[in-house]
């Protein structure tokens, strides 16, 4: 198996790397954090299969009231996923820019997110870890990141992971960088939750990942907004 590194992610967006990204992004640079397969369970740091969620006072179009869950952290920098932001395209956009096609309603509905705004043009899925894939990045005994076409081909077929997120392009921090957000109050940081990845409407998110450390965002921003 390949590792799994975010230059290699899916190549299947051709045409499609708008995807809602645009704006000045502060959050993130143009390094990208190569995720070595299978060294997660030894090398993650405490902020590994952590979500990000960003404090109301965070004004970057890209971030905004966004929830990304960070899939390596360490001393090369971050890597993420954002997973309320919806993009302009459906699964079955996806499947028809890699000349695939899918029978199933389901699959060519689903939603297709935007994880970031570097290489939108890249596919990433974030999935329950059923399944051997060609380049994979194993982040918990309960969630891994995929990035090569086989996976597609068996959620086309119906055969993929039970629960799965496409997103296209990916978040990326330098080293340091999101430890001085953190000391900045940029982010709220909760464990993940598989039914917040996975269940939780798109519009829920934001809310529903702080609720997990017992924090009312909506609450917090209007304190601030009449401090």
Known sequence: MRPCDPENGIPAFAGMTNAGTSGVNTHSNTAFIPLQYNRAMADSSPLTNQLLIAMPALRDPNFARGVT??????????MGLMINRLSEYRLGDVLAQMNMTSELAEVIDAPVLIGGPMQPERGFVLHSPQGEWE??????????????????????????????????????????QLEQELRDNAWLTAPASEEVLFSTPLEERWEAAAHIVGVNLIQLASYAGHA
């Open 69 to 78: 869950f960070l899939c390596q952290h360490g001393e090369d920098g971050a």
């Open 135 to 176: 380049s994979s990045f194993r982040i918990s005994d309960r969630l891994s990141v995929t990035t090569s076409r086989d996976i597609l081909v068996a959620m086309a077929a119906g055969e993929g992971p039970r629960n799965a997120i496409v997103t296209l392009g990916y978040s990326g921090w330098s080293p340091g």
